[in-house]
């Protein structure tokens, strides 16, 4: 059993404990809790893993949880655990796409994506999203799927945003 601290507002609050079982580890929460709802997360060098709601229970919360190797291994190493409001969003980590068309296997998609500049790319579940450099003054990009499209900032610029399923499927 390891044990790493518990964060509540970047202050120590209370003990988070990992238990490897076979291809699965057991996360473990406990701290006194505020009002409210709250959710406790695992971070570790690579990445985060919300881990899920606190339980109340008088002025303590609690969480036991188990994930599998796929579902930990972006963490990377274990850092600490943290507790956020539960209604916190998950930030949104983009990657660049250097040749976006080799993200899909459709003909169309990756003829219509060659030599695209400045794409961004993440997952999301089955959900493929892809982010394309957006100017008023040029080409709207993908004009076939404009009506899928939403046009938002990303980090400092303005992209338009699709989202693809499994099947690489445009949806709203």
Same mark, same amino acid.
């Given at each position: ?12 609050? $209370? #003990? ?5 079982? $076979? ?12 009002? $409210? ?8 060098? %690579? ?7 606190? +339980?109340?229970? +008088?002025?303590?919360g609690t969480i =036991? *949880? =188990? ?14 655990? +943290?507790? =956020?409001?539960a209604g916190a969003? #998950?930030? #949104?980590?983009? #990657?660049?796409?250097? +040749?976006?068309?080799?993200?899909? %296997?459709?003909?169309?998609? =990756?003829? %219509?994506? %060659? ?6 790319? *993440?997952?999301?579940g089955e959900t ?45």
């Amino acid at each position: 059993m390891d044990k790493y601290p518990l964060l509540l507002e970047g202050k120590p609050a $209370g #003990e988070l404990t990992t238990q490897r079982e $076979g291809l699965y580890t057991w996360f473990s929460a406990r701290c006194p809790l505020p009002e $409210g709802l709250w959710c406790a997360w695992a971070v570790g060098d %690579r990445g985060e893993l919300r881990l899920g709601v606190l +339980e109340p229970s +008088e002025r303590q919360g609690t969480i =036991r *949880r =188990r994930f599998s190797r796929q579902l930990t291994a972006p963490l990377g190493r274990l850092l600490r655990g +943290e507790v =956020r409001p539960a209604g916190a969003r #998950e930030p #949104e980590v983009w #990657e660049p796409a250097a +040749e976006p068309e080799r993200l899909f %296997r459709s003909p169309w998609l =990756r003829q %219509r994506l %060659r030599g695209a500049q400045g794409a961004l790319t *993440r997952r999301e579940g089955e959900t493929r999203y892809l982010a394309l450099p957006y100017d008023p003054g040029r080409a709207f990009p993908l004009t076939t799927l404009f009506c899928f499209a939403q046009v938002r900032r990303v980090g400092e610029g303005l992209y338009v945003v699709y989202a693809f399923d499994g099947q690489e499927r445009p949806h709203f």
